[in-house]
């Protein structure tokens, strides 16, 4: 099955601490993405990357990072700089110049 | 001004109801146009996609572009209380220097039985 693993479901962590959320594709796209889903502010990009090797910031990078060593996957870090870090974080891949977006299934993180 | 516009509602209507949703955006650069449905605490799923202007179908729903007005619309037929749930409009220009998705905040649709 091609599809968008997150891991953990959920995640509770003590504030302060930074934390990394796993997110792995087996669709063989080059675009990754990360976004963070509040309530009635529906999905605002954290950090994109169109290659290995490569990312970019998106519209509220800070107080988070990423990587991309693999094509499959693009972890994101939730560093004790984010000073608002509970939230749904959701993974989605596209091809390069895609019209297609598809998503994980999300990871919940609570920081307290 | 936000680049996408959508009407948080939330929207409730009868079983079998037709339902339309709709969005509106700012940048003429979009070329792709898609619908999400998000279930309570899931990721959300891709339902339908169109390329520049025109009409798309797919069961009971039927997606909808007017490029000229920079205005989607998703309708759904006969809907069903399956069908409640929150819908997410989303666009792209496509490029290939940095193709971005640009979301809506979504409708939520309660389907009454």
């Known amino acids: 099955d091609g599809g968008i693993t997150q891991s953990p479901k959920y995640l509770f962590r003590k504030e302060g601490q930074n934390v990394t959320l796993s997110c792995e594709q087996n669709?063989?796209?080059?675009?990754m993405y990360w976004y963070r889903q509040d309530p009635g502010q529906g999905l605002r990009l954290i950090y994109y990357?169109?290659?290995?090797?490569?990312?970019q910031k998106g519209d509220i990078a800070e107080g988070y990072s990423v990587s991309r060593e693999k094509k499959e996957s693009f972890p994101l870090t939730v560093t004790s700089a984010q000073k608002n870090p509970t939230a749904f974080y959701l993974c989605a891949s596209s091809t390069r110049t895609g019209y297609e977006q598809y998503f994980g299934p999300g990871t919940r993180l609570t920081v307290t | 001004q936000k680049e996408v516009e959508q009407d948080p509602g939330p929207l409730s209507v009868p079983e079998g109801a037709i339902v339309s949703l709709n969005c509106t955006y700012s940048n003429s650069a979009f070329q792709y146009f898609m619908w999400y449905r998000q279930y309570s605490r899931k990721g959300p799923e891709l339902l339908m996609y169109t390329y520049s202007s025109g009409n798309k179908e797919d069961g009971r729903f039927t997606a909808q572009v007017d490029k000229s007005s920079k205005y989607i619309s998703l309708f759904i037929r006969d809907s069903q209380p399956s069908d409640s749930a929150t819908y997410l409009c989303a666009m792209s220009s496509g490029s290939n220097t940095g193709n971005q998705f640009y979301f809506g905040t979504g409708t939520s649709l309660t389907v009454i039985p």
């Open positions: 990357s169109q290659i290995v090797n490569d990312f």
């Open positions: 669709l063989n796209h080059d675009a």
